[in-house]
T-cell receptor, first 117, second 116 residues
Framework: AQTVTQSQPEMSVQEAETVTLSCTYD???????LFWYKQPPSRQMILVIR??????QNATENRFSVNFQKAAKSFSLKISDSQLGDAAMYFC??????????????FGTGTRLQVTL | GAVVSQHPSRVICKSGTSVKIECRSL??????MFWYRQFPKQSLMLMAT?????????EQGVEKDKFLINHASLTLSTLTVTSAHPEDSSFYIC????????????FGNGTRLTVT
C-alpha cells in the first residue's frame, strides 16, 4: 500500500523568507502523481502544486516549487517570499495510476505552517 | 473553475438520529466522488469511493451500513450517517473528479458534524 510521510508537524517562517516542507512516500508503482494541498482555517482544500512522476522537471507555480527526487521518493515543497496568507496546514498527497489506486488520494499527516512578521 | 458544493456546512444532531450530507458538482459531471473524514488536527482519511450508478467502494474499517453512500446522478453524491453517535462527530469532506485520466480533484468545503 502507498504511504505518505510528513515528518514536520509544525514549521515557522518569517514573512518574505523561504521555507521548505518535507514529504516522503512509499510506492511500488512507476507512474503516479504527487500533490501539495493547502488547508487554511476555513478547511477548504486548495491545490498548490502537482507533479507527474514521469516528468523529471520540477513543477513550479509562482512562489511555490517542488524538489522531486523519484529515486529517493522525496517530494518537498519550497515556498519563497512567504506571505501571511501562506499560513495553513499543508498536506502532501499521492495518487496512483493503476486500477485500484487511480483517483484515490493518499494524504500525509500534514505540516502546520506559521508565518511570522 | 470547477466547483464542488457540499451541504450543509455544519450540522448538529442527537444520538441515534441520521444525517445526510450532499455533495454536488456544479459545472461538471463526476462519475466518481470521494468521501473523506478528518479528525481535529489530523489528516484526511478516505472513507469510500462513490460511483455513479453502482455501489460505493468502502475502505477497510469503514462500516458500509453506518455510512450509506448514494450516487444517483452524475452531479450528486450523498453520505448518510445512520444512527449517529458522538464518536461520529468529525469533519467530512467530499471531492469529485472530472472525466479524463489527468483531471484534478475538486474538494467541497466540508461538513462539520456534531453529535450530541
Amino acid at each position: 500500500a502507498q504511504t505518505v510521510t510528513q515528518s514536520q508537524p509544525e514549521m515557522s517562517v518569517q514573512e518574505a523568507e523561504t521555507v521548505t516542507l518535507s514529504c516522503t512516500y512509499d510506492t511500488s508503482e512507476s507512474d503516479y502523481y504527487l500533490f501539495w494541498y493547502k488547508q487554511p482555517p476555513s478547511r477548504q482544500m486548495i491545490l498548490v502544486i502537482r507533479q507527474e512522476a514521469y516528468k523529471q522537471q520540477n513543477a513550479t507555480e509562482n512562489r511555490f516549487s517542488v524538489n522531486f527526487q523519484k529515486a529517493a521518493k522525496s517530494f518537498s515543497l519550497k515556498i519563497s517570499d512567504s506571505q501571511l496568507g501562506d499560513a495553513a496546514m499543508y498536506f502532501c498527497a499521492y495518487r496512483g495510476q493503476n486500477t485500484g489506486t487511480a483517483s484515490k488520494l493518499t494524504f500525509g499527516t500534514g505540516t502546520r505552517l506559521q508565518v511570522t512578521l | 473553475g470547477a466547483v464542488v458544493s457540499q451541504h450543509p456546512s455544519r450540522v448538529i444532531c442527537k444520538s441515534g438520529t441520521s444525517v445526510k450530507i450532499e455533495c454536488r458538482s456544479l459545472d461538471f459531471q463526476a462519475t466518481t466522488m470521494f468521501w473523506y473524514r478528518q479528525f481535529p488536527k489530523q489528516s484526511l482519511m478516505l472513507m469510500a469511493t462513490s460511483n455513479e450508478g453502482s455501489k460505493a467502494t468502502y475502505e477497510q474499517g469503514v462500516e458500509k451500513d453506518k455510512f450509506l453512500i448514494n450516487h444517483a446522478s452524475l452531479t450528486l453524491s450523498t453520505l448518510t450517517v445512520t444512527s449517529a453517535h458522538p464518536e461520529d462527530s468529525s469533519f467530512y469532506i467530499c471531492s469529485a473528479r472530472e472525466a479524463g485520466p489527468n483531471s484534478p480533484l475538486h474538494f467541497g468545503n466540508g461538513t462539520r458534524l456534531t453529535v450530541t
